[in-house]
């Protein structure tokens, strides 16, 4: 099982929330992909479910037996039967809802509801599947939880039915809502979660981390700076070499694209949104060196006391582009038509490919 690494502060507000009074039916998970998104989320669960924060059985007291005193900051306790099987992603009351077939409950009568392995959004039959289910008392846990993951791909009538369940919920059941770009969802959905953002890990805790997984440490260090504040990632990084170096020359790239004139970039533009017709991810991944390569020269400009405000504004639109064209990417605006309003955005640059501490900006 992959443990979570950094989030203290997160684990502690999460701890508060679940071993309160009145814990929240619905939490969203706004963040990053690869910052521990889902592994809060399970957190969240262990936390609800775990053997040793749970009441004594009844009568205990009675019968002169006192339950030792739990600590709470000793939950969860990671060893119950609970804490494993969620940690183990094998809990049958821990579901995640993904894009897919998961949960897939086509309505009554409706003979001819095609499977929909590679559907890109989350639909309507799912939701009514999670409904169904979340009506239902779970098989062993005290509180069953769905994880909505991504909850950007709800689709809009799945959106419209799981709101209901979310104004209502089951006693007994608990969601979590998971995604990186919050600004997608129903403002109605997202006034009744309570919302939790994952920022990315410091480079250090990242590496610490990684050390203690036993990753040698020169390819930790690596691994750390190249993956940006994301756990996740950087234990992919270090796990295949081949990725990282793929994405290092994705930096180089981008540096050298920013210091070309317009055809250049409209070039880079149309291969980019080529690509994004088969490779999805990849092209999110390059926003992400974008990203990197903006917020470094971010941090250069800051370190030098930059007095040149230009530089710095050109800087934070080209920041700011980056979002706004990941956002339109994931709402279906025309890939080509969002890629080259964000290259026209950029300054013209020459920047450091040199992988920086960017996270410190997040810091
Ligand atoms: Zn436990
Ligand atoms: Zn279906």
Same mark, same amino acid.
């Given at each position: 099982?992959?443990?979570?690494?950094?989030?203290?502060?997160?684990?502690?507000?999460?701890?508060?929330?679940?071993?309160?009074?009145?814990?929240?039916?619905?939490?969203?998970?706004?963040?990053?992909?690869?910052?521990?998104?889902?592994?809060?989320?399970?957190?969240?669960?262990?936390?609800?479910?775990?053997?040793?924060?749970?009441?004594?059985?009844?009568?205990?007291?009675?019968?002169?037996? +006192?339950?030792?005193?739990?600590?709470?900051?000793?939950?969860?306790?990671?060893?119950?039967?609970?804490?494993?099987?969620?940690?183990?992603?094998?809990?049958?009351?821990?579901?995640?809802?993904?894009?897919?077939?998961?949960?897939?409950?086509?309505?009554?009568?409706?003979?001819?509801?095609?499977?929909?392995?590679?559907?890109?959004?989350?639909?309507?039959?799912?939701?009514?599947?999670?409904?169904?289910?979340?009506?239902?008392?779970?098989?062993?846990?005290?509180?069953?939880?769905?994880?909505?993951?991504?909850?950007?791909?709800?689709?809009?009538?799945?959106?419209?039915?799981?709101?209901?369940?979310?104004?209502?919920?089951?006693?007994?059941?608990?969601?979590?809502?998971?995604?990186?770009?919050?600004?997608?969802?129903?403002?109605?959905?997202?006034?009744?979660?309570?919302?939790?953002?994952?920022?990315?890990?410091?480079?250090? +805790?990242?590496?610490?981390?990684?050390?203690?997984?036993?990753?040698?440490?020169?390819?930790?260090?690596?691994?750390?700076?190249?993956?940006?504040?994301?756990?996740?990632?950087?234990?992919?990084?270090?796990?295949?070499?081949?990725?990282?170096?793929?994405?290092?020359?994705?930096?180089?790239?981008?540096?050298?694209?920013?210091?070309?004139?317009?055809?250049?970039?409209?070039?880079?533009?149309?291969?980019?949104?080529?690509?994004?017709?088969?490779?999805?991810?990849?092209?999110?991944?390059?926003?992400?060196?974008?990203?990197?390569?903006?917020?470094?020269?971010?941090?250069?400009?800051?370190?030098?006391?930059?007095?040149?405000?230009?530089?710095?504004?050109?800087?934070?639109?080209?920041?700011?582009?980056?979002?706004?064209?990941?956002?339109?990417?994931?709402?279906?605006?025309?890939?080509?038509?969002?890629?080259?309003?964000?290259?026209?955005?950029?300054?013209?640059?020459?920047?450091?490919?040199?992988?920086?501490?960017?996270?410190?900006?997040?810091?």
């Amino acid at each position: 099982m992959q443990q979570l690494i950094g989030h203290d502060a997160i684990l502690r507000e999460l701890r508060g929330l679940a071993l309160g009074d009145d814990p929240p039916h619905a939490l969203l998970f706004a963040g990053p992909e690869g910052t521990g998104r889902v592994l809060l989320a399970r957190e969240y669960a262990r936390l609800l479910n775990c053997e040793r924060a749970a009441p004594p059985p009844a009568g205990a007291a009675f019968a002169g037996f +006192e339950p030792p005193p739990v600590d709470p900051e000793e939950l969860p306790c990671g060893e119950c039967r609970s804490c494993r099987l969620i940690a183990e992603g094998s809990h049958p009351d821990v579901i995640v809802m993904s894009p897919g077939d998961t949960l897939c409950r086509p309505r009554g009568g409706e003979s001819s509801h095609a499977k929909h392995p590679d559907s890109r959004d989350i639909r309507i039959c799912q939701v009514r599947g999670a409904i169904e289910l979340a009506a239902r008392y779970p098989f062993e846990a005290r509180y069953r939880l769905v994880i909505i993951e991504p909850a950007d791909r709800l689709a809009r009538e799945a959106s419209h039915a799981i709101l209901k369940t979310l104004e209502e919920p089951p006693p007994h059941t608990f969601f979590a809502l998971v995604t990186a770009a919050p600004e997608v969802l129903l403002e109605t959905i997202i006034s009744r979660c309570r919302r939790i953002d994952v920022r990315p890990v410091p480079r250090s +805790e990242v590496e610490e981390g990684l050390l203690a997984r036993g990753i040698e440490s020169g390819l930790a260090a690596r691994a750390a700076a190249a993956a940006r504040g994301r756990p996740g990632r950087a234990i992919a990084f270090a796990e295949n070499p081949d990725d990282m170096a793929r994405r290092e020359r994705m930096l180089e790239k981008c540096t050298r694209v920013a210091g070309e004139g317009l055809k250049g970039r409209f070039d880079y533009a149309e291969g980019l949104a080529d690509r994004y017709r088969s490779q999805r991810a990849s092209v999110l991944e390059e926003l992400d060196a974008w990203e990197a390569l903006w917020e470094q020269e971010l941090l250069a400009a800051a370190r030098d006391g930059s007095a040149d405000t230009a530089r710095l504004a050109g800087t934070l639109d080209a920041l700011r582009a980056v979002a706004a064209c990941r956002e339109h990417l994931l709402a279906n605006v025309i890939a080509r038509a969002a890629i080259e309003l964000m290259l026209l955005s950029f300054p013209r640059r020459t920047l450091e490919a040199a992988p920086e501490d960017v996270t410190a900006a997040h810091a």
